[in-house]
């Protein structure tokens, strides 16, 4: 009789060894698959930093494809506006004064736009810069989370490497207890 709780408790502690290995093995193969994600993840995170820090990111505005066009827009608006200017001055009979005051006025139109337009190019290049800083403190977050998560599996392995441990050689103590006796 003892000697069969012996063979049980020996087949015991082996199962359980097997199980454990068995756990070790998903875990590792979780672990693997969640890293490669991670790693993906963290890939792409920097590849839209390295995107943030290219140069034309913080080009001014007005040498863009798009403030170049609003400028030749603003100086055609302007030069049409000269033209017709002086078509009205030339058929109304207006005086020189009269013309040189339209004209002071379609600079300034002009220098406002201009104004606006170099705001927007500063604006622009503060916003590229917040979202470099932005992307760049999520970056790290997510590398320190990562790196946590890591060593809490790391963790949570050892100690079920150290109870299965603790688990089979209580079972092989038993056994050995009964064969002794």
């Known amino acids: 009789m003892l000697l069969a709780g012996g063979i049980a408790a020996g087949i015991g502690g082996l199962a359980n060894l097997y199980g454990n290995y068995r756990a070790g093995r998903e875990a590792r193969s979780g672990r693997r698959a969640y890293e490669g994600q991670m790693n993906q993840h963290l890939s792409q995170q920097e590849g839209d930093i390295n995107r943030l820090l290219a140069p034309d990111a913080y080009q001014n505005f007005t040498d863009t494809g798009q403030g170049q066009a609003m400028l030749e ?4 608006q302007l030069q049409r506006n000269i033209q017709q200017l002086q078509g009205n001055v ?4 207006g005086t020189t004064e009269a013309q040189m005051a339209g004209l002071s006025a379609t600079n300034q139109g002009y220098g406002d736009i201009m ?4 705001a927007h190019g500063a604006q622009h290049q503060q916003n590229a810069r917040q979202q470099l800083m932005f992307a760049r403190s999520n970056l790290g977050a997510q590398r320190t989370g ?3 998560n890591l060593y809490s599996m790391s963790q949570q392995r050892a100690g079920q490497m150290s109870n299965a441990g603790a688990q089979a050689g209580g079972a092989f103590t038993n056994l050995a207890d009964i064969l002794m006796q």
Request: charge should be positive; charged fraction near 20%; hydrophobic fraction near 35%.
């Open 90 to 93: 030339a058929r109304g009979g």
């Open 115 to 118: 104004n606006r337009m170099a």
């Open 73 to 76: 827009a603003t100086r055609g």
């Open 146 to 148: 990562h790196a946590q």
